[in-house]
């Protein structure tokens, strides 16, 4: 399978839990798909259609932290006969991940215009919220292998397809996809957000692995196969396999 691959790196970044405002503003330990989407369409300057392309990343990060910041509430003041505004200046925690590094792989039709779009961005390359400044380092097209036997880590994994087939990784409601203005309908999704190494395939059930959790739980298909990036480090002859996601 051919498919783009980009290498992006970040000195701080955040992807704050939509549902959490006041108090502390936590982070998920990974960007959602809804970020994906944004990141990609901020390099073509368009909006895409979201069943045009589909993604998997490999994400990293080295360590997690809380900053202090302010919020300025804006509230109307009706006690006077001009209309006026009253801003109160609130503190507030935030979690932000350091030194991240993602490798995103996407998968479309019009790979040529994805590749033009990431080595010359139409807007500012960020990731996560819009002052949390990235790079980009490397863009390139790349063909990934088939193989029967893998390891996958650090990575979003489908909850319906391998909750029940791992213990390993933390079950997360993300945002997928937020429609087009003025509406921003919201999509949210479970997902399986796996930072710990894990095998699948023949290999890993005959390897010697210490914990047998680690490897993961044989599917109804026995003849599983998963796409691979040939340049990933090897372990015990399995490559890093790169698990696709849908926007809708």
Not at 49 to 55: G, I, M, R, T, V
Not at 86 to 101: E, G, K, S
Request: charged residues 25%; glycine residues 4%.
């Amino acid at each position: 399978m051919k498919v783009l691959r980009v290498t992006i790196g970040a000195p701080v970044t955040s992807f704050r839990h939509p549902h959490f405002l006041i108090g502390r503003q936590l982070t998920y330990d990974m960007p959602p798909p809804s970020t994906i989407y944004g990141h990609v369409m901020s390099a073509s300057g368009e909006l895409w259609a979201p069943d045009s392309l589909e993604f998997g990343y490999h994400f990293t990060f080295k360590s997690k932290a809380r900053d202090l910041e302010h919020q300025h509430i804006l509230s109307r003041n009706t006690g006077k006969t001009k209309v006026s505004y009253d801003i109160t200046v609130q503190p507030h925690q935030r979690d932000f991940l350091f030194d991240c590094a993602l490798t995103l792989y996407l998968k479309a039709d019009r790979l040529d215009e994805l590749l033009r779009a990431f080595r010359s961005p139409v807007f500012c390359v960020i990731l996560g919220r819009s002052q949390d400044l990235a790079s980009i380092r490397r863009v390139e097209e790349v063909e990934l292998a088939v193989a029967d036997s893998c390891y996958l880590e650090s990575t979003l994994l489908s909850f319906d397809a391998m909750r029940q087939r791992t213990g390993r990784g933390i079950s997360a409601v993300m945002p997928k996809y937020i429609g087009p203005a003025p509406q921003r309908d919201p999509v949210f999704e479970r997902y399986v957000v796996l930072h710990q190494r894990i095998f699948a395939g023949p290999i890993a059930a005959a390897s010697s692995i210490a914990d047998p959790d680690r490897i993961l739980n044989v599917s109804t298909p026995s003849n599983e196969q998963w796409f691979v990036d040939p340049s990933s480090p090897a372990d015990r002859e399995m490559r890093r396999a790169v698990v696709f996601h849908r926007f809708v």
